[in-house]
């Protein structure tokens, strides 16, 4: 068995002619918000704070996109859902069952007690992108209930009281060899 040490590799013409193996990290970008903005609307709306965009080094890549976001919500009867796109284009919909709504992921009440309450949401999807110009990925969100509600994000609705907390929220992007 031999050993091969280097301390950098470099393309033959340009850095970005390596070839790494399949399922090689290429590189991370990575966005974490302290922001406690709310949200309240029948449509989905855009949480900026979390929008993190990458470079593809090679068309061939795949995008590995993890989300921890943290919600708070003032009703005990709130669920919340979430839509990823990547520019415009929503990435990782389900599919449409009756008159269901069709998101990328979502989080469930009814709670007890929510404005006390903050409850955490991961979620990842492997992206095929095919392209080496740079990309965004964002997140969009609405509060549902029978009416329009607010969710919170990073913070419980109530925080008058020092036994309440506030958090962050991530989204990390992985360029994966393809």
């Known amino acids: 068995m031999s050993t091969l040490s280097v301390d950098t ?9 390596v070839a790494m193996p399949s399922g090689s990290v290429i590189q991370v970008v990575s966005t974490t918000t302290t922001d406690t903005s709310s949200l309240a ?52 919909i389900g599919t449409s069952v009756s008159s269901a709504s069709t998101v990328t992921f979502a989080n469930n009440g009814p709670y007890t007690h ?13 992206d095929s992108p095919n392209t080496t110009s740079q990309i965004t990925y964002k997140l969009f969100a609405r509060a549902m209930a029978t009416t329009t509600r607010t969710m919170y994000f ?4 109530d925080v008058t009281d020092a036994n309440r907390s506030s958090t962050t929220s991530t989204m ?3 360029e994966i060899a393809g």
């Open 41 to 92: 609307s029948v449509n989905f709306l855009e949480f900026s704070a979390l929008s993190t965009s990458i470079t593809p080094k090679f068309s061939s890549s795949k995008i590995f996109v993890t989300l921890n976001i943290c919600i708070g919500n003032a009703n005990d009867d709130n669920y919340n859902q979430f839509k990823v796109k990547r520019d415009s284009t929503e990435i990782g």
């Open 172 to 174: 990390t992007l992985m």
């Open 9 to 17: 590799i470099q393309g033959k013409t340009t850095a970005n002619t």
């Open 154 to 157: 990073n913070r419980a609705s």
């Open 114 to 126: 929510a404005q006390y309450e903050m409850h955490s949401s991961s979620y990842s999807i492997l």
